[in-house]
């Protein structure tokens, strides 16, 4: 599982509306799947 640094400010942007899932795994180079992994990770954390 990579970890992204500064993850949650793009977690943020995500959550905030500002990029939907598929914009985000795009940006940061990463599946959809492993973005909803991340995401439930950081909502975990949070």
Sequence with gaps: M???QDFDKH???YMNREVSKSQL???????R????KLIKEQQQVS
Excluded: F, H, N, V
Excluded at 25 to 31: Q, R, T, Y
């Design 11 to 13: 977690y943020q942007r």
């Design 25 to 31: 795994a795009k940006e940061l180079g990463i599946s």
């Design 33 to 36: 799947p492993t973005l909803d």
């Design 2 to 4: 990579p970890t992204i």
